[in-house]
C-alpha cells in the first residue's frame, strides 16, 4: 500500500498541494490503478513519467481525501496491418484516501 507521508505532514499548509504532487510524481506509475482510467482500450505505459495536477483536498475524520488528476501516455496495440504501436496522451481523475495515522492510502479512479 503506498504512503504519503510528506504529504500527510503538510496537510492544511499551503505546500500541501506541491508535497502531494511531488509524491505522485516521484512513485512507480504501477502504483496507481491508471489501467482503469485508459480509455481508448490501450495500456499504461508505465516505463513513462506521469505528471500530477491536484484538484482538491478535503479533511475527513481519520483521512485526507485529495482528488487528483493524472496525466499518463497510454500505448494503442496496433491493428495486424503491420503499424507499429501508437503512444497518446491520456488522462484520469484519482481519488486518494490518505490515513492520518499512517500515510497509507487507498487510491481509486473516479469518473465525473
Known amino acids: 500500500m503506498p504512503r504519503f507521508p510528506n504529504t500527510l505532514q503538510a496537510w492544511q499548509s499551503d505546500a500541501f498541494p506541491r508535497v502531494l504532487k511531488e509524491e505522485i510524481q516521484s512513485m512507480d506509475a504501477r502504483t496507481f490503478p491508471l489501467q482503469k482510467g485508459c480509455t481508448?482500450?490501450?495500456v499504461v505505459d508505465d516505463t513513462d513519467d506521469i505528471t500530477a495536477t491536484v484538484i482538491k483536498g478535503i479533511d475527513e475524520e481519520r483521512?485526507?481525501?485529495?482528488d487528483v488528476?493524472?496525466?499518463?501516455?497510454?500505448?494503442?496495440?496496433?491493428?495486424?496491418c503491420g503499424e507499429e504501436p501508437e503512444s497518446v496522451n491520456s488522462y484520469c481523475q484519482l481519488r486518494i484516501r490518505i490515513d492520518k495515522a499512517t500515510a497509507e492510502a487507498q487510491i481509486d479512479v473516479i469518473w465525473d
Open 40 to 42: 481508448r482500450g490501450g
Open 63 to 66: 483521512s485526507i481525501v485529495a
Open 69 to 80: 488528476g493524472i496525466f499518463f501516455t497510454e500505448t494503442l496495440v496496433a491493428c495486424s
